[in-house]
């Protein structure tokens, strides 16, 4: 059976800053891990539809300033 992550989080604190800070390179080099080929794939596919879609009119862009705005209502900043 798993362990309950609030376990895992209290091994965690119990930890000195030199192992804590181990750990979080740790699972910092496992998360940014080289993508796999296929989803690189499809993510550059998508972008290029998005593209396409955008400079055919099909869709129109927000500014980036307006997308800022409206994260910073939905998140209450």
Do not use: C
């Not at 965690?12 to 794939?41: F, M």
């Amino acid at each position: 059976m798993a362990r309950a992550l609030s376990e895992i989080e209290g091994e965690i604190r119990d930890l000195d800053a030199d192992q804590k800070r181990a750990l979080l390179r740790t699972l910092i080099t496992e998360l940014d891990a080289p993508p796999d080929a296929e989803v690189a794939k499809a993510w550059l596919k998508e972008s290029q539809k998005r593209y396409q879609d955008l400079m055919e009119g099909n869709v129109n862009g927000v500014p980036g300033h307006l997308v800022f705005e409206r994260l910073r209502a939905r998140i209450g900043r």
